[in-house]
């Protein structure tokens, strides 16, 4: 598989992290209420696919070229950065392969909040 096609699925895996923090939708309902209840569908539904319990999870990870688990672990790790300070690291960086080993910059388990 060629470089474009690895990061077209690369894509998937981060705008499933994104949704799984604070999906950005623009549908949903006509009311606040059944936007947000919406939004809470969509992160749960977002959460579900990266821990594996949905469908295409491994075959998307195959196809960018990356480890199920390590992509489980990454993301967990966002995840839990994001529901403890409410904030969602821009600056992160995932680890997905073997070789990629992280730094102290742009290293989500050593960031503290200001």
Request: with cysteine; proline share 4%; aromatic share 10%.
């Amino acid at each position: 598989m060629d470089d474009s096609h690895r990061t077209l699925w690369l894509g998937v895996i981060h705008n499933a992290i994104r949704d799984a923090c604070f999906p950005v939708l623009s549908t949903g309902g006509r009311n606040l209420e059944d936007r947000e209840q919406f939004r809470e569908t969509h992160k749960r539904h977002a959460r579900a696919w990266l821990n594996g319990r949905l469908q295409n999870f491994e075959d998307v990870c195959r196809m960018a070229g990356v480890s199920p688990s390590l992509v489980r672990k990454q993301a967990r790790s966002i995840i839990r950065y994001y529901d403890t300070y409410g904030d969602y690291p821009e600056y992160f960086r995932l680890h997905l392969s073997e070789s990629d080993r992280p730094t102290s910059e742009g290293s989500l388990g050593e960031h503290s909040p200001e």
